[in-house]
């Protein structure tokens, strides 16, 4: 097979792997933002739940947790097709570790702005969103940032669900033409381009936040 061929059938499976990166991406930031404020502000019998999804995700294999999602849960009745089954999987074992990020951010914040905050009589909602969420962020999005270079490189697992993304297509490639060499050499610099453009994305976010930080807060 000519090369330019190859290149194209993996651009298409390249093409599947960002949409599941696009789709898991949100639904672990949103995992991690509600778990973590569970942790840190809930009853205790929700902070239980919180830590649960938290041990749970984190302590079991990726793979097992898509299989059970995508193979066992229709035992259940509870059927979802593959990409489904891909975007919650990842999504909810990234979301866990993003949960520990979150809540690690916010206890980061120097006990002075909590207390100047009680000071100039906020309310814990305002303290929360307006004082201590905006710092919170800056110190997230490095750990945030590892946390999507891995939730890119862990979509390879969903080829084994038979979803046609980069990685399916290069088993699938390198059975029918046994050029190896060039099929994952292209495959590694599809993956190692999909990370640098996070990377990328990561320093900028970081920079605008880190600026707008210097102009909020609380001083003395």
Do not use: C
């Not at 294999?61 to 995508?70: C, K, T, V």
């Not at 100047?116 to 201590?132: C, D, E, G, K, P």
């Amino acid at each position: 097979m000519e090369f330019g061929e190859i290149v194209s059938v993996l651009l298409q499976g390249a093409i599947v792997t960002i949409e599941i990166v696009a789709m898991a991406l949100p639904l672990a930031v949103l995992m991690a933002f509600s778990f973590g404020l569970i942790r840190l502000y809930a009853p205790a019998p929700f902070k239980q739940i919180a830590i649960a999804y938290i041990e749970f995700f984190r302590g079991t294999s990726a793979l097992i947790q898509l299989y059970w999602i995508y193979f066992v849960l229709p035992f259940f009745g509870i059927t979802i097709d593959a990409m489904t089954a891909a975007v919650v999987a990842l999504g909810l074992n990234i979301g866990a570790y993003g949960t520990e990020v979150v809540r690690g951010a916010i206890q980061s914040v120097p006990k002075g702005q909590y207390e100047a905050s009680i000071a100039l009589n906020f309310t814990a909602s305002q303290r929360l969103w307006r004082i201590i969420m905006p710092q919170a962020l800056v110190n997230m999005i490095p750990p945030f940032g590892n946390l999507a270079i891995e939730l890119v490189k862990a979509t390879s697992l969903v080829s084994l669900i038979t979803i046609g993304d980069l990685t399916f297509k290069a088993k699938m490639l390198a059975d029918t033409t046994l050029q190896v060499g060039e099929i994952f050499g292209v495959v590694l610099l599809f993956y190692f381009v999909m990370a640098q453009f996070l990377v990328f994305f990561i320093r900028r976010l970081e920079t605008h936040l880190s600026k707008g930080l210097g102009r909020g807060g609380l001083h003395s």
